[in-house]
């Protein structure tokens, strides 16, 4: 800018004061019009500047620990459904195993043993952690043609809402998940998630079908393998028709076209199983039975199920424990030196003040019965937990508590060693969660043969034969499988395991239709340790194991839980969450149960 000359005016020499005066305000002027001038200039050179290089600022304007769905990583996201669906089957398996007797329950009434809030973990895990997850992955793995993390996603998906239909009835599932649309959903019909999980196992399938396929770098279960996901589909399909086969009589055609076609996991390899590690914090990597009991001092944090060491120690041979401790015993369940382990070997270190039951009359004469012999207190030769119902309190006996064995939860394998429990014993915690097993699914078929007359796949004797010997099997070999070496004269000879496999057999032959069922039932129900789903749904369904044992502590304990109660977390924060179930009502039953109110005890 220049300023002209003919601006400032000429005067007089005499009045140079003037002339000064206006020189400065001339001058003043001009430069704060200068000053405004140069500020407009230099925002507008700014919002240019900024306007030029927006493409490179927008992106930083989004929280990388906020990412959008539209910018989450599939594979992060698969991660997370299937971590927290683990949590959610390890959840509802503890409450499951605890009322069907498979772990100890300690009651003593049905009524009051769990508060709503003891179901509020599984209830937040399914609904937080699976399936809002898998309803943000799953739309977003399908546009970018990772269909075989979509599938995974809509399998567990199915699993878990047909879960939580199996363990609490209705729940919300159509209006659930929908954020701030929707924070008060309704519950859906039992039946009609059921319909939806078996769609979403279809739609699944479809997904794995599906040519392009991205390669899964996240399956944690069976390494992005879209035929064994198929395989898995299926075979939730055959259970999800056997659970509703007593309340829907197209289920039968529907289950001898999935047995027909046999594309179900009846091989080892084909198992749905998580793998755990042995990293002790951050994060703990092991087996949670393993983590809760091998600890350095005051002996397993757990008790074990007196009724179920019983039922694979002592049951067939008169109520009296056989081991197979060598070659030379070959009498014997195979499993039990792999499913428990003993730290010690008989009651003599008992005292009344450690193991105060032991003192008692055997059994009390309060102790209303003991069907088939079924023990109090001990079960014997080093076997001890505890009784179900028994609500007494613990004393202490840690020194002298059986645990949980090399399988499935990774720990110590018993070869009599006798020793206290440390932390890091034996195969450090790198045990399973037996989702689903082939024997599993031997044992279903063994059912709807016998039940529905369904025998495309064999006899329900030869399938029950079957089932029994895929899980002695899977047991004896799992140490081998995980890197733990057992002393050669410990494991198993084939001779021991046809004899027991007879054995069972031998009674089969002879029960008539309900006891046969029961034995199928009750095989089952051994080789599902470490899955309470199965347990708590089968003795629902079928009223087996008929043997097991009843409450301790009272002779009333009131109806059998048949579904849980509402979590606290629901029906304390939906406005249009139903009623909470009447403790003690024997109404409370799934929709597929529709046996007699006095079925279970």
Not at 69 to 79: C, E, F, G, I, K
Not at 191 to 211: C, E, P, Q, R, V
Not at 350 to 361: D, I, M, S
Not at 379 to 395: E, H, I, L, P, T
Request: charged share 10%.
């Amino acid at each position: 800018m220049t300023f002209k000359r003919n601006h400032i005016s000429k005067t007089p020499h005499n009045d140079s004061n003037v002339t000064v005066q206006h020189m400065v305000h001339f001058v003043t002027t001009k430069l704060i019009h200068m000053k405004k001038i140069l500020i407009i200039c230099s925002v507008a050179w700014l919002m240019v500047g900024l306007s030029a290089c927006n493409k490179q600022f927008d992106p930083l304007l989004n929280n990388p620990n906020y990412p959008s769905p539209s910018t989450a990583d599939v594979d992060l996201y698969l991660n997370a459904v299937q971590l927290n669906f683990v949590n959610f089957f390890e959840g509802v398996s503890t409450y499951g195993a605890q009322l069907s007797r498979q772990q100890f329950w300690g009651g003593p009434q049905y009524s009051n043993a769990y508060q709503p809030a003891t179901f509020d973990g599984i209830w937040t895990t399914a609904y937080t952690g699976v399936l809002s997850n898998a309803n943000s992955l799953i739309p977003l793995a399908e546009a970018q043609q990772k269909y075989i993390q979509a599938g995974i996603a809509k399998v567990l998906k199915a699993y878990t809402i047909c879960t939580l239909v199996d363990v609490f009835g209705d729940v919300p599932y159509s209006e659930a998940n929908l954020g701030d649309a929707n924070t008060n959903p309704h519950v859906d019909a039992s039946a009609t998630i059921y319909a939806n999980g078996l769609a979403l196992l279809d739609s699944a399938i479809a997904d794995f079908n599906k040519t392009g396929a991205v390669k899964v770098p996240s399956d944690l279960f069976y390494n992005g393998s879209a035929s064994k996901w198929i395989t898995l589909a299926n075979t939730l399909k055959l259970k999800y028709y056997m659970q509703t086969r007593l309340v829907d009589n197209t289920v039968p055609a529907k289950i001898q076209a999935l047995m027909t076609t046999n594309n179900l996991i009846n091989s080892a390899s084909q198992d749905f199983a998580f793998q755990y590690g042995k990293n002790l914090a951050s994060p703990d990597s092991r087996n949670p039975h393993y983590g809760n009991n091998y600890v350095n001092s005051g002996g397993p944090g757990d008790y074990l199920s007196n009724y179920f060491m019983w039922k694979v120690t002592a049951q067939k041979y008169n109520g009296s424990v056989t081991l197979l401790n060598s070659p030379a015993s070959t009498v014997g369940d195979p499993r039990a030196r792999f499913y428990f382990y003993r730290q010690v070997l008989n009651s003599a270190s008992f005292t009344q003040t450690t193991v105060p039951c032991a003192y008692l009359p055997n059994p009390p004469a309060w102790y209303p019965s003991v069907p088939d012999q079924t023990p109090f207190c001990y079960v014997g030769k080093g076997y001890f937990g505890r009784d179900f119902g028994d609500n007494s309190g613990s004393s202490p006996d840690g020194n002298f508590r059986t645990t949980w064995g090399i399988y499935p939860a990774g720990g110590e394998f018993d070869q009599n060693q006798a020793a206290s429990v440390t932390l890091g014993m034996g195969s450090g915690g790198n045990g399973i969660s037996p989702i689903w097993l082939s024997s599993y699914t031997y044992f279903l078929e063994a059912e709807a043969a016998l039940t529905l007359g369904i025998t495309v796949n064999g006899t329900p004797d030869q399938l029950l034969a079957q089932g029994i010997n895929a899980s002695i099997s899977k047991v004896i070999n799992f140490p081998t499988a995980i890197g733990y070496n057992i002393p050669s004269n410990y494991m198993p000879t084939t001779t021991q395991v046809s004899n027991y496999v007879n054995s069972v057999l031998t009674n089969y032959a002879a029960a008539n239709t309900a006891g046969k069922l029961d034995i199928i039932e009750s095989e089952y129900y051994i080789a599902l340790w470490g899955n309470g789903v199965e347990p708590y749904n089968n003795i629902r369904r079928t009223g087996s194991p008929k043997d097991v044992q009843i409450a301790v502590a009272t002779p009333t304990p009131g109806f059998f839980m048949r579904s849980f109660f509402y979590p606290s977390v629901f029906v304390n924060r939906n406005q249009n969450a139903p009623a909470q179930k009447t403790p003690g009502v024997a109404a409370n039953k799934v929709f597929w149960d529709n046996n007699p109110d006095n079925f279970i005890k």
